[in-house]
Every structure is written in C-alpha cells, then in structure tokens.
C-alpha cells in the first residue's frame, strides 16, 4: 500500500482522456453532485455534440477518478513539502515503519511492498541514506540480500508527521459522509480488483 497514496505527477497540464488537470473542484457534496455540476460533465456534452454516435459515459468515472487522484497529490505533496520531505521519501519510511517490529526489509521486499521498481527503489533509498533517514547493509547470512532500515531519525520523522498526514487526507475526504467514504471506498477496491491489482479487496 502506497502510504500516501501519491507519485510524481504528470508533466502535463490535461489528463489522458482530455480532462483539465488544473481545474478547481466542484464545492458540492456528494449528495448535492446533479449531471452538469462539473467539468467532466461539461467535456461529456462536447463529446457528445461532437460524436454523438459514441458513448463516452466511462470518461466520467475514469476522468472523475483521475482529476480527484491530482487534486488529492496536489494537497499531500504541498502537506510534505512544507515539512522538508517529499512524498515518495514519507511512502518509503512509513513502509519500513508498518511493516515489522524491527522497521527492516529486504529490497525487494521493500520495493513490492512501497509499489515502486527495483531501479527507482535504488534511487530512492540512495537519497533517504544521503539523509540519514535510512540505514543500507548486506544481510549477514546472505551477501546477496540488501537490508534496508529506517534510522532513529528515520522513526522520529514518521512519528511526527503521520498524525498531521492523516488530517490532511481527512480535510480533503471532509465533502463526504462517512457510508460515502465507505460506499466509495469499496468500489474503488472491486475496480482496482478488476484492473489486476495484486491484494485488492
């Protein structure tokens, strides 16, 4: 799981299916949302003036989906920049943090469990030990394998700032009712089901 649900974002200004990635957000709730509210209902009547002889009803849930996802990057990244980190440094320390009493995992266990590549993981651990945020040795019973565990500073970076991270996500989630969030939750489980997602639901 990817601790703060964010990688770098797109270079680009629109999204794949044309959607604007920099418009502000609809202030509605998701109750109040009618047909016509947003600027993805906007984009499907052009699509539909334009060829009506197509149905273009998934780009409403694929670009919703996918300008909620840069809305939601831009506000995590903004709640880390102003604490010295990125997010991809704080995805790595909290999985290190979660994922066994003594906060060490192998690389690879480390890169499939922070969804990253083997090469971008190097990458990444290489500026978090540059940081003393990390600490990278070779297993003593195996000279193949590369630990990788978080410092005592490492650990005091996670302790701070997870409580202020959680709020954040919470002041973004704040236009939905609790059964929305778990109604949503569960539909996004059973989508990333169906697109192969390893572990979901």
Not at 97 to 120: K, P
Not at 154 to 164: I, K, P, S, W
Not at 175 to 200: F, I, M, N, Y
């Amino acid at each position: 799981m990817n601790d703060t649900l964010t990688n770098e974002p797109p270079g680009n200004d629109t999204l794949a299916n044309g959607t604007p990635a920099n418009g502000t957000p609809a202030n509605n709730t998701a109750g109040d949302c009618a047909p016509g509210n947003d600027a993805v209902d906007q984009i499907l009547g052009q699509w539909a003036r334009a060829r009506p002889d197509v149905d273009c009803s998934p780009m409403g849930v694929a670009g919703r989906i996918s300008r909620a996802s840069r809305l939601m990057e831009k506000g995590i990244k903004e709640y880390f920049t102003g604490h010295d980190l990125e997010p991809w440094e704080f995805d790595v320390l909290a999985t290190l943090f979660r994922s066994s009493s003594d906060h060490r995992l192998c690389m690879s266990d480390l890169a499939t469990a922070a969804m990253v590549s083997s090469a971008a993981l190097t990458n990444r651990v290489d500026r978090l030990v540059a940081r003393g945020l990390v600490h990278r040795e070779v297993s003593p019973t195996n000279r193949r394998m590369v630990l990788i565990t978080l410092t005592d500073e490492g650990r005091a970076v996670v302790d701070t700032l997870l409580e202020g991270h959680v709020a954040n996500e919470e002041r973004m989630l704040s236009g939905l009712t609790a059964e929305d969030r778990e109604r949503l939750s569960g539909l996004l489980c059973k989508l990333l089901s169906s697109l192969g997602d390893v572990g979901s639901c």
